[in-house]
């Protein structure tokens, strides 16, 4: 027989009724009730980290906006015509600005590249309306296209002349 406050152990198959067994019969009941609830018996320490998780959230999402309406205040200082939202100047823009890079920078690189992007208007013609200078001696085939019959009949000469060379 143990002496009175002696430990015993419990048999080989956890039937003795220790103290490890009642903890461990406690523990499987509150994940039980945990799982029941829906998460409401969850430790103190797992609500307090999702309650940081989602306050850290909340505070970057916040540190974004402000960040963002303070690149928009200096791009519209810098192109005060071309000021728009942040998201619409697209991931270039967003990329540019994790890289460091200044946010009236990133913006008129965008541009720039936009710009290079578009094709370049060939240079004018000449008048469309067949206006032909007086000092012209000869015209392309085109000039003589764009005029009238009584500019054609007016620079006859000069359309015989510039014919000879096309």
Known sequence: MAPEGAHTEASPAGHGGGKGDSMEREERERRTTAERDGGEGLPQEALDSARLLEELRALRAREREWVFRDDLAKIGKAFPQKAQSIPELGDDFLKMRSLGIDPVTAF?????????????PPPAAGPTDGDVPPEQEFFSPEEVRRMTPKQVEANLKRIERSQKKW
């Open 108 to 120: 008129a690189a965008i541009e720039a590249a936009k710009e290079a992007g578009r094709p370049t």
